[in-house]
């Protein structure tokens, strides 16, 4: 007796039920720029349109991490999407670039098409968020490799700046101020504590507080806020000398990469208020400030600088927090 791909754990016919039930929300995504469609062997897009002195491209890629097993645990996957495309399209953002692509890549032990179907809506709908076209992708079915039900998710973003308009950090200096642009949640980072603290199956994270308002699953698979549009805004009307997307490694280990040598930051944690879900996680790590410090965004998603001069005019366009200031040293340290 024979076997086909089928019979080794493949399901073509499954793949191409996917494609189908991808195709509205891919679509969804597509500007003037796009070239071809659903279905081509590598995505098509022109910057014949994009007048600059100096054309630059950006790129980032990177992943979702295992916040995907609290999806999985709670089986909810529509919004997983909107975190990958996030980390990559934020990390574009911080260089002063606009997103134009992304590509999204889906590998899972057994294909189920309405499942995967659930995971690219959410990156579509982070794709129109972040102002870029979903322009490939690939769901790979890989039988053996992973545990049954469970996927893993990873995606691409190219952006475009003029060289002129790049934020390289160059001409930051001591006495800049840092702005913090609040976070949605905890993001992407941080949970393989996370787990070990709250707990990874549903009833776990089905847990409610009162200070939430909703359960903790709930507010863990809140999607990861994506500040394109609002860096974009800001930066035409105010100079910004450097950006740090927050992480993983949080403050201490990102802050720091916007830097010329010399510079530091001096964070003060006072200045703002600490969303209930990082005092919840802060508690149940029993952990000093700088060691919470360096694992999670503590509500801020992005720290901006800017000069002094331009702080209230920053603040009343981005809605963000003074957060600290930069000062000579190495490093970040926190304000007592």
Not at 32 to 42: E, I, T
Request: glycine residues 14%; aromatic residues 6%.
């Amino acid at each position: 007796m024979g076997m086909d791909y089928k019979g080794a754990g493949v399901d073509v016919e499954a793949g191409y039920r996917a494609v189908e039930l991808m195709r509205g929300h891919i679509r969804s995504t597509y500007d003037q720029n796009v070239l071809g469609d659903v279905g081509s062997f590598g995505g098509l897009y022109s910057i014949a349109g994009f007048k600059m002195a100096e054309p630059v491209l950006c790129s980032g890629t990177d992943g979702v991490g295992t916040k995907l097993k609290i999806a999985f645990a709670l089986d909810k996957h529509d919004t997983i999407g909107i975190d990958c495309v996030a980390m990559c399209a934020n990390d574009v953002a911080c260089q002063g670039a606009s997103p134009l692509f992304f590509l999204d890549y889906m590998a899972t032990g057994k294909l189920e098409p309405r499942k995967a179907a659930d995971v690219v809506k959410g990156v579509a709908e982070g794709c129109r968020r972040a102002g870029c076209a979903l322009i490939g992708g690939e769901t790979a079915e890989m039988p053996g490799f992973y545990q049954q039900g469970e996927y893993d998710l990873a995606g691409f973003c190219v952006g475009i700046a003029d060289r002129r308009d790049l934020i390289t950090g160059k001409d930051i200096r001591q006495g800049d101020v840092l702005i913090g642009l609040k976070s949605s949640g905890v993001h992407s980072n941080g949970f393989s504590l996370i787990r070990k603290l709250v707990g990874e199956d549903a009833a776990s994270l089905g847990k409610h507080y009162d200070e939430l308002g909703k359960t903790i699953g709930e507010e863990l698979l809140t999607p990861t806020a994506i500040y394109v549009k609002t860096i974009a805004e800001l930066g035409a009307r105010v100079k910004i000398k450097g950006v740090s997307h927050i992480t993983g490694g949080g403050f201490i280990e990102n802050i720091p990469r916007m830097f010329p040598p010399g510079l530091m930051a001096r964070i003060d944690l006072k200045s703002y208020e600490l969303p209930p879900v990082f005092h919840i996680l802060w508690k149940l790590a029993g952990v000093d400030a700088r060691s919470i410090c360096n694992t999670f965004n503590m509500g801020i998603g992005m720290v901006l600088c800017v000069e002094e001069k331009d702080v209230a005019k920053a603040l009343a366009i981005c809605g963000g927090v003074p957060l600290g200031t930069v000062e000579t040293g190495s490093g970040v340290e926190l304000a007592p």
